[in-house]
């Protein structure tokens, strides 16, 4: 067995699925960065609302929250969890196995801690998982047209920003965050240069972990690019696609409900109220999230301003607005 589940009593039947789940994945998860991880404490958190996992250094582990996702796509959740945060476990894993040993006796498990937070990039920690969420099963947010469309919209209408604008963000324009930056450079160069890659870069932070550019002098050796010239030359082969794919279609006409706003401004949980009015929960850069209700002269009304909520958890009837 190469994991130690931990749950609650009740969880028994479940608890079982998870260690089948993680030892069915076992042989797939590490193949493409080449190394199998060693035993690891699993964490089932089953008496919770959120819906979420990780993978923790120092005590080494992985937590997994049982709850599943109100907008989980096609995709069981135990499984989804499984496979993500299995390859997260392989990351940190050969990390800590090519540490120098001095540095491992000095500091444990906290020195993998420390030297992938310096040296590994989040896109690339989290668009390695979702790539490997999305190879190995028949779902995978790689597979939705949602977890593509952000990068559609601004690369067709506004183009390539920076590198570092599109991993750091912006004050001043709407950035998607770094799954989808991470899914796509891993996955696209995967393609171009094969995996190894991928795992020759973790091999050479983990045994060079005083250099100060470890990952882009890999890649530079791998494929004769920097990380931003190999970012440079995948969003603008998927710029090029993307434009033709649009010129391809015949588009129906739209209308624009919601009213014209200075900043980047998103109204999540769309609901119809009497007839004509759109309920929403409304967020952007410059405000905090409020409920609103758009009429159809595109005016807007302030309901309530709920504060901090819980993601996906609005739902709206003829009398009341339900939220965590």
Not at 49 to 54: A, I, Y
Not at 245 to 256: A, G, K, R, V, W
Request: with cysteine; glycine share 6%.
């Amino acid at each position: 067995m190469n994991f130690q589940v931990i749950y609650p009593e009740e969880f028994e039947i479940q608890a079982q699925r998870v260690s089948y789940i993680l030892e069915k994945v076992y042989c797939y998860g590490s193949k493409s960065l080449n190394f199998n991880p060693r035993k690891v404490s699993v964490i089932l958190h089953t008496h919770t609302v959120n819906s979420n996992g990780l993978v923790a250094w120092a005590p080494k582990r992985i937590e997994l929250f049982t709850t599943p996702n109100q907008q989980i796509y096609a995709q069981d959740w135990l499984e989804q969890l499984g496979v993500h945060e299995f390859r997260h476990l392989v990351q940190m894993d050969k990390i800590q196995s090519e540490l120098p040993g001095l540095l491992t006796a000095l500091l444990g498990q906290q020195a993998a801690a420390i030297v992938v937070g310096a040296y590994l990039p989040f896109w690339f920690l989290e668009g390695d998982a979702v790539v490997t969420e999305t190879a190995l099963s028949n779902s995978g947010r790689g597979r939705l047209a949602s977890f593509s469309m952000d990068y559609r919209a601004q690369l067709i209408e506004k183009g390539k920003y920076s590198f570092d604008k599109a991993y750091l963000g912006s004050y001043k324009d709407y950035v998607t965050d770094y799954y989808g930056l991470g899914y796509w450079m891993v996955g696209k160069s995967r393609e171009e240069f094969g995996s190894k890659i991928w795992s020759d870069a973790i091999k050479k932070i983990g045994r060079q972990p005083l250099m100060l550019t470890p990952l882009n002098s890999s890649l530079k050796k791998s494929t004769g690019l920097s990380t931003k010239q190999m970012y440079s030359g995948i969003f603008d082969n998927l710029t090029k696609g993307w434009k033709q794919n649009l010129l391809s279609m015949s588009t129906d006409s739209i209308s624009i409900v919601s009213p014209a706003r200075k900043n980047h401004t998103r109204y999540l949980y769309p609901k119809i109220y009497k007839d004509s009015i759109l309920f929403a929960y409304r967020t952007s850069l410059d405000d905090i999230g409020r409920f609103v209700l758009i009429n159809p002269d595109k005016t807007e009304k302030l309901i309530y301003t709920p504060g901090s909520i819980l993601e996906e958890s609005v739902s709206i009837t003829k009398k009341l607005i339900i939220f965590d």
